[in-house]
């Protein structure tokens, strides 16, 4: 199965470059459409955007949905609520309220003590705020970290490999990853927080680390034939992805921790975009550069 699938890799790889193309478009669009319909590019957490993370421990069960509709027509339409479930036994210990809304303490104790039934104290009550422009300025300057890391990248890539098209295909590369998970994040509804700017960094790393190693095996060794180099090449990218997103996959599933959950969804939406952009466009490119520079 993989021989025939590498031969077909080797014949029609140019024609295979259409495939990371319309899934990058696609992911624009779909970007481009949030940013029409919500006026952001995508959903930011709250401690991207500012407001009020509550956390309530209680025993008692009560329903989701009628605690949802009580907290929006409380504190605003963005407010959101989940369970707080514990890592061991899976059962559910309290709920966490988040809204945009800066409240404060006292209001906060009132509202949700009249509404669940339940006396607040400080120990099964928690509350964090954080303000909109602190986190206005960590957005920017993530966002700022963000682009300076495409720029040293590029430089690098542009030093070692003394060309342009294979700097380019892996800044391309690693930027229709992000691309590719702000989109999916926008699909199933997710928020970015400050954990997933973080998983991102990692991503952006990982992505620039394998589109390297490929760079490397296609443009600079010459023992062997190009095939063999790159099947070779491609055996330990296939091998390091496939840890990878079992790695996260295992994550995703069996953590009930928010925080880990938001980290692994990253990166597993990542490494999995991985593997198209640098197999199919990234290699292909470097091929295309390759072939031209011969004749």
């Given at each position: 199965m993989f021989k025939k699938l590498f031969e077909i890799y080797e014949v029609h790889y140019k024609k295979l470059l259409v495939i990371p193309i319309i899934i990058l478009l696609t992911s624009l669009s779909i970007i481009v459409y949030t940013k029409a319909t919500t006026g952001e590019f995508f959903k930011k957490d709250i401690s991207l955007k500012g407001g009020t993370s509550i956390t309530v421990y209680t025993n008692k069960t009560y329903d989701?949905?009628?605690?949802?509709?009580?907290?929006?027509?409380?504190?605003?339409?963005?407010?959101?609520?989940?369970?707080?479930v514990d890592p061991i036994s899976g059962s559910v210990v309290g709920y966490?309220?988040?809204?945009?809304?800066?409240?404060?303490?006292?209001?906060?104790?009132?509202?949700?003590?009249k509404k669940l039934g339940v006396k607040l104290?400080?120990?099964?009550?928690?509350?964090?705020?954080?303000?909109?422009?602190?986190?206005?300025?960590?957005?920017t300057d993530s966002l700022l970290i963000i682009m300076i890391s495409f720029i040293l990248m590029g430089c690098v890539t542009l030093y070692y490999f003394r060309s342009l098209l294979p700097s380019?295909?892996?800044?391309?590369?690693?930027?229709?990853?992000?691309v590719n998970i702000i989109a999916v994040l926008n699909v199933i509804g997710a928020s970015i927080s400050v954990a997933s700017i973080g998983a991102l960094l990692m991503l952006i790393a990982y992505s620039t680390d394998s589109d390297i190693l490929l760079a490397t095996n296609i443009i600079k060794r010459k023992e062997g034939t190009l095939f063999e180099r790159l099947k070779r090449s491609l055996k330990t990218e296939f091998?390091?992805?496939?840890?990878?997103?079992?790695?996260?996959?295992?994550?995703?599933?069996?953590?009930?921790?928010?925080?880990?959950?938001?980290?692994?969804?990253?990166?597993?939406?990542?490494?999995?975009?991985?593997?198209?952009n640098t197999y199919i466009l990234s290699a292909g490119l470097q091929r295309i550069y390759l072939e031209s520079r011969k004749k």
């Open positions: 989701l949905d009628d605690l949802r509709e009580w907290a929006v027509s409380e504190w605003g339409p963005d407010s959101s609520i989940i369970h707080i966490e309220f988040r809204t945009s809304a800066e409240l404060e303490r006292d209001e906060a104790v009132n509202s949700l003590s104290n400080n120990e099964n009550f928690n509350m964090g705020v954080q303000s909109a422009l602190v986190a206005s300025n960590f957005f380019f295909s892996i800044l391309l590369s690693t930027a229709a990853d992000v091998t390091m992805s496939l840890a990878a997103i079992t790695t996260y996959s295992v994550m995703l599933m069996l953590t009930n921790i928010d925080l880990i959950k938001s980290i692994a969804l990253v990166l597993l939406i990542g490494s999995l975009s991985d593997v198209v």
